[in-house]
């Protein structure tokens, strides 16, 4: 299977499952809109108060791949676990092996150029 068919199979199921994802901003928002997911929730608010408002029962987070990036991703990560959310981490874990990324911004580009390559 390809990096492509790999990284589409993943995001279908975040779709299918209408997951919420964290991300850090609005540019990685629209990154993910244009890549077809909906339910996105940006990191506006504290921390505590994000977590405190999901309602899902699992998540996705997609903050940056980046050293800043992966400390929120720990904290978010254990603040959800203590609250009994169940955190899907297949498409970030496929990502930090697969690309070079450190900024999901990048994403749609990234995807456009390993599509002609």
């Not at 540019?27 to 996105?40: A, C, E, M, P, V």
């Not at 992966?70 to 254990?78: A, D, E, G």
């Amino acid at each position: 299977m390809s990096f492509q068919d790999k990284f589409r199979a993943l995001l279908q199921e975040i779709q299918e499952k209408d997951l919420p994802v964290l991300v850090e901003g609005k540019k990685d928002q629209k990154t993910l809109q244009k890549l077809g997911l909906g339910n996105i929730i940006t990191l506006k608010k504290p921390l505590y108060q994000v977590v405190e408002e999901l309602a899902a029962p699992e998540i996705v987070i997609l903050t940056d791949l980046d050293r800043a990036g992966r400390q929120l991703y720990r904290k978010l990560y254990h603040d959800c676990v203590q609250r009994g959310i169940k955190v899907n981490n297949r498409l970030r874990l496929f990502l930090l092996q697969e690309t070079p990324l450190a900024h999901i911004e990048g994403l749609d580009t990234y995807l456009e150029n390993s599509a002609n390559k």
